[in-house]
């Protein structure tokens, strides 16, 4: 009877084994969704054929931004379409509009992700592909001597409101401000950085980590035009400690509102190049660890194998032994192994270690 067990369990894992044939839906981040396209043509076939080369151009330019820092992007290739194209998965149409002349539609273009990978390694530009979790963004406004956050009016967090922001690896939320907000935590609560009350909040957002964004307005001696500085601190348990200050002025004939809404933009994307540092990849740094991921039954298994097709560093799984108490496996990934502890922390997996081996669970107990 353990024979047939046995027999049975390594059965069960050479099906798992072979079913699973990698991290489809890490692939997500090398999509990019609602591309607007409105180009006019002697034709509608020749507006489409336009509007659809002119997507996939500005489809790849956003995805090798996305994926490097703002620093390395003067390094990255305008390349022509047909060579795009060989990066190119597929892609779709959505909210299709035409006339005999012009042509109107927002496209999603699906690129290889083995294909652009290799690209930054042949050019020697580091990359980041791990999608943070959803970060609550909690605007915090300096005004004659009095800290703002749910306040009505609120000039910086409506800039945030109004700021454009492209889909990266750090989405943002933001919260309500309704009376349960209010209660949560307060601007100088936030702006002291109470870890308590901000995961809290963060919590009733349904995320983990939360920036602050701590504005103030004023103005530099014999300049009559004022400026913006920043303090930006993520708090939350994938946080890197410490806090970045900016300073943004105003540009000739700017407002106050423009300014804002600008310095809104800046600090969103110096919240994403903070992110891909910690999580900048090389292709070189290839590893395989040694990984113990402890069940008490098979859907413990299916649980957390699901999750880890999640993460995109992970580049191979080979289960090497399993009973009814654990699964062993040789986890292969690229980067640094902080950097794939960071990176399963986004799927909800933890690892630690523990003695020669790690140890792979939940972070949160599975539901059912």
Known sequence: MTGQKALRLAAIAGAILCAWAGPASANAVFDVANVAVDVTADTAAAARERAIAEGERAAFRRLLERLTLRS?????????????????????????????????AKLT???????????????????????????????????????????????WRAAWARATTREGLVPLVFAAGDLQDVAAIGAEQAAAGDEARLAAIAQRYATTDTVVANAAVGYHPQQPAPHVRVAITRHGPTASKGRTEIEVAALSGENLERLLQRAAGETARLIEDAWKRENLLSLTRGSVAAVSVPIAKLADWLAVRKKLGEVSVVRRTEVILMSKAEVRLALHFIGEVDQLALALGQADLQLLREGDLWVLTPSRPESG
Do not use: C
């Open 72 to 104: 390395d992007h003067s390094r990255l290739p305008e390349l022509p379409r047909a060579e795009i194209g060989t990066f190119l998965q597929d892609f779709s149409v959505a909210d299709e509009k035409t006339s005999p002349v012009r042509y109107l």
């Open 109 to 155: 273009f699906r690129f290889k992700a083995e294909e652009v990978r290799r690209l930054f390694d042949q050019l020697g530009v580091p990359f980041a592909e791990t999608m943070s979790k959803p970060v609550l963004a909690l605007p915090v406004y300096q005004s004659a001597g009095a800290l703002l956050l749910w306040d009505d009016p609120n000039p």
